[in-house]
């Protein structure tokens, strides 16, 4: 006789999630997955996560043509719904994880109890916040967040590319844009770098570098495709044009977690989910987390897919391990 009480409930429908209930369904834990709603403001978020704003994927694997992000998460889908995973198309708004069964609150207000939980609701990335900028970005024109993911392709070699932002990951995605771009521009709020200094040995030591110093993006030009760049020089005012025709976005992630506040999950100081092992496990017996809101290193489908697979594997471990299934 069914309780109402679901056996694994999955929040998030990126490569993570997806991941996650195709292993549970497979299971037999008939996983119902919460794949979230659109969000317009600061910036898109989209049911699927950051794939869902990246024209052509061209590193996972099984996909030797590439694939457009949208069209490979439609794919994960599919297979998860294949093996009977359930789906609402909603958020979780609310979690109290203080006692078993675990009861949340969806975006509609309806509650859902669970004898366990996924969580893999990914990180956005931070965007400057123009107009041009995220229409670009969601058309594939010319606009970037992940310079490992994008910045190989056809449309960005052998041209000039700007940068934007002064940490480790800055220069991290500066030094990978080198191997294909004739130019890459950093633009950078001050005078000197965030980075390691190892880092920027790395980059301001190339000579297809330019850094553009103490200055900020006042406008993003372009129809279809970017066409260049307006920066202004916070001290003196002056405004340059940077014919480029890439855009990266380097200036930091913020995990989804903010409806997790008062769950009892533990999070670090930026907010990312803290996990206990190399494994999936949270501070809290019977919660998981899996991908971008638990990893501030990678940030890639395949890993994200990878910990969507920990956590179902963990998951349906230790609800054995509780008799549940």
């Known amino acids: 006789m069914s309780t109402g009480i679901e056996n694994v409930v999955i929040i998030g429908s990126g ?17 119902v997955v919460y794949v979230g709603v659109p969000q317009t403001n600061p910036a898109p978020v989209l049911p699927g996560g950051q794939l869902m704003l990246t024209t052509e994927v061209e590193n996972y694997p099984g996909f030797p043509h590439g694939v457009t992000g949208p069209e490979m998460m439609a794919k994960f889908r599919e297979q998860a719904e294949r093996f009977g995973t359930r789906v609402v198309d909603a958020n979780i708004d609310h979690c109290e994880f203080g006692k078993r069964p675990f009861t949340m609150t969806d975006s509609d207000g309806k509650k859902v109890q669970a004898h366990s939980v996924i969580i893999s609701t990914g990180a956005t990335a931070n965007w400057l916040g123009h107009p041009n900028e995220l229409r670009l970005a969601q058309n594939g024109g010319g606009v970037s967040a992940c310079a490992v993911c994008d910045g190989a392709l056809p449309a960005y070699r052998n041209q000039a590319l700007a940068v934007v932002g002064g940490g480790d990951t800055a220069m991290e995605e500066t030094s990978y844009l080198t191997k294909f771009a004739s130019k890459v521009y950093v633009i950078h709020r001050r005078d000197s770098l965030r980075a390691s200094k190892s880092m920027q040995d790395r980059v301001l030591g190339n000579p297809k570098v330019e850094m553009v110093w103490d200055s900020a993006v006042e406008d993003v030009v372009g129809q279809d495709t970017l066409q260049s760049v307006v920066v202004k020089n916070l001290k003196t005012g002056a405004a340059r044009t940077l014919e480029v025709r890439g855009l990266f976005i380097a200036i930091g992630h913020s995990p989804a977690t903010k409806f997790l506040q008062g769950s009892g999950v533990e999070l670090d100081e930026k907010g990312y989910v803290v996990l206990r092992t190399r494994g999936s496990q949270t501070n809290l017996e019977g919660v998981f987390a899996a991908g971008d809101l638990a990893d501030q290193t990678y940030r890639q489908a395949i890993t994200a897919a990878g910990m969507g697979c920990q956590a179902a594997i963990d998951c349906e471990r230790w609800l054995a391990a509780n008799g549940v299934h």
């Open 15 to 31: 490569p993570a999630g997806w991941t996650a209930a195709i292993y549970a369904a497979r299971a037999n834990l008939n996983p």
